[in-house]
């Protein structure tokens, strides 16, 4: 039987920068558990499936700014010692449950003991010390295709300098070339926050299309009600090849009849050669829905009840409403009835909808199921061996085929495009989320520091001195991390406040610390200053403080 359509999941992966910058219960453990619970019994999942021969396909997004510190040494010791106190927290609750005569926590103990060994064993051994090079494998074989992000998760449309948009696109970009020795095709915009061309002082500022097709990026993801609200400007025609087997975008054109807007088609954005690709919405509640979604399940492991000595969980939802207190204890043989059992309602949901656009339409469509990868395996343990028996049973079906998203565009290329609203997959879909009055006082000090950074650019447009060179690009970094869309969100949420504005606070001091200094500065006082303040933001090693011209001017030399 002929294939109806296709399936990716795209899963993107991201971390605040936490390097030295605290332990629990807010820092570097955020990167230690994501690293132990989500990315390795990931791969793990993936390679026991291509070793299987099972012919899957997914798109995975990693952040350059997670990657950066995946790759980090002192990380990675980190990382193993984390592993080596979760056996031996294991072991001890094994003991002490033992002794009170909680046999069935400590058989629960036991297991825990026996995965933390199983995720040491293969952080050391399987994948040795490099998740970053064993996604990367998966890439070269053709399992997965691996989208960047901004450098450091930037806010991009509530940024101010088109220079600060385009530094975060271009450096996320150089990143992850180093890591992984090509370019990258496909990006998750932080946040899926997207904004057209706006006019501001007097200049217009590019849709966000127009600084990913100038890196030479083909594709990105958005929520569902961005293409459905979205305002189609028309159908493609003629048969013009891009540089990737796509129709050539700029002055394509266009008809003025206005057809369907769905999220089972890639659109074109604008006149851009950019295009775009939904969230399918009823596979993504699916999952996210709080109310029905997998991971309430009452045999899944409960998340937030936790052993009052070692943190460990060992107890399940039981109900969604249930208190903590109340909880009954984990059983993990009828978690996984319950995996299998949800992974072939997955499946046959995929099916339904690739089955269900196919026949109404005759068209071979793509359903596209986005999710924050941590959701799988630390948030919901189980999600992981969810994820790898969906994948499983699709690239065994009749109807659907599993592919990367790239592929399907690739393959299928728009037939029309759309002009996107502004907007993001936060609360309302707007901005509300990163810029709210409790954020608010944030977006200004981010403002100033943009324009400071284009000034130093502007004094020292080719930096002779070393000394000096690496001191703007410190302050390149420095202004990287401040973006980070990370801090107004935690500040919204509350998960973390006081830590997010503390973090906010340093990187702002920072930079302007270097600005100050790069005033006058010409010896190696500012060179030691970088120095210094590089060993703590060690990231982005070949970053070019150059990224940050001011593009506004340039645009205005062009013009005249």
């Known amino acids: 039987m002929a294939k109806q359509g296709a399936f990716t999941f795209v899963l993107h992966s991201h971390i605040p920068y936490c390097r030295s910058a605290g332990r629990w219960p807010h820092g570097e453990e955020w990167l230690h558990e994501a690293a132990a619970e989500t990315y390795i019994p990931l791969l793990r999942a993936l390679y026991d499936l291509r070793d299987e021969g099972v012919p899957y396909r997914l798109t995975i997004g990693l952040t350059p700014v997670l990657a950066e510190q995946l790759r980090d040494p002192l990380i990675n ?37 026996a995965m933390y060994s199983r995720l040491l064993a293969d952080y050391r051994d399987a994948f040795a010390h490099d998740l970053v090079g064993a996604f990367g494998e998966l890439q070269k074989s053709g399992h997965i ?23 975060q696109i271009g450096v996320g970009v150089a990143s992850y070339e180093q890591a992984f020795g090509r370019r990258p095709r496909a990006i998750w915009l932080p946040e899926c926050a997207y904004r057209p061309a706006v006019s501001r002082g007097g200049f217009e500022s590019p849709g966000i299309e127009r600084f990913l097709e100038e890196q030479g990026l083909s594709l990105f993801f958005t929520e569902t009600q961005s293409i459905t609200g979205g305002q189609l400007v028309g159908k493609v025609r003629g048969d013009a090849v891009g540089p990737y087997g796509v129709l050539a975008g700029r002055g394509r054109p266009r008809s003025s009849r206005l057809t369907r807007r769905t999220t089972f088609e890639p659109y074109y954005v604008g006149d851009s050669d950019v295009a775009v690709l939904a969230r399918n919405s009823r596979t993504g509640l699916q999952v996210w829905s709080g109310e029905h979604g997998y991971p309430g399940d009452g045999w899944y492991r409960e998340f937030h009840r936790k052993d009052d000595v070692s943190g460990l969980q060992y107890w399940r939802t039981t109900a969604r409403n249930a208190e903590l207190g109340d909880k009954a204890v984990y059983q993990p043989d009828r978690a996984a009835e319950r995996v299998r059992y949800h992974a072939r309602h997955f499946a046959s949901l995929v099916e339904e909808e690739i089955g269900g656009y196919h026949s109404a339409t005759g068209r071979y469509g793509i359903v596209c199921a986005a999710y924050d990868t941590e959701l799988f395996g630390h948030w919901w343990l189980e999600g992981i061996d969810w994820l790898r028996e969906v994948l499983r049973l699709l ?28 907007g993001s997959w936060g609360q309302n879909g707007d901005h509300s989320t990163w810029k709210n009055p409790d954020t608010e006082w944030m977006w200004p000090v981010i403002h100033s520091a943009e324009q400071q950074m284009e000034r130093l650019v502007e004094t020292h447009p080719s930096a002779a001195a070393r000394s000096v060179r690496d001191a703007l690009d410190q302050a390149a970094r420095e202004l990287l991390l401040l973006e980070s869309s990370d801090w107004p969100f935690l500040v919204t949420t509350g998960q973390a406040r006081e830590y997010a504005i503390e973090r906010f606070r340093d990187h702002v001091a920072r930079f302007e610390q270097l600005a100050a200094a790069l005033q006058g500065a010409s010896g190696s006082d500012v060179g030691a200053m970088a120095a210094e303040l590089y060993e703590r933001d060690r990231l982005f090693a070949n970053i070019d403080y150059q990224r940050f011209r001011n593009r506004e001017h340039l645009r205005a030399s062009i013009a005249s």
């Not at 031996?88 to 449950?97: I, V």
């Not at 930037?154 to 300098?161: A, K």
């Not at 592919?403 to 037939?415: Q, W």
Request: with cysteine; charged share 25%.
């Open 395 to 422: 690239a065994a079906s009749e109807i659907v085929e599993t592919c990367t998203a790239i592929e399907f565009v690739d393959r299928h290329p728009p037939e029309e495009a759309v002009a996107l609203p502004e």
């Open 77 to 113: 010791d980190h990382l193993n010692e984390y592993l080596e106190t979760r056996i031996q927290a294991a072991a001890q609750d094994g003991s002490r449950l033992r002794a009170a005569g909680k046999a069935d926590l400590a058989s629960l103990a036991e297991y825990y003991h």
């Open 145 to 167: 295709e691996i989208a960047t992000s901004g450098a450091t998760h930037g806010y991009l449309p509530l940024l101010e300098r088109d220079s600060s948009v385009a530094a």
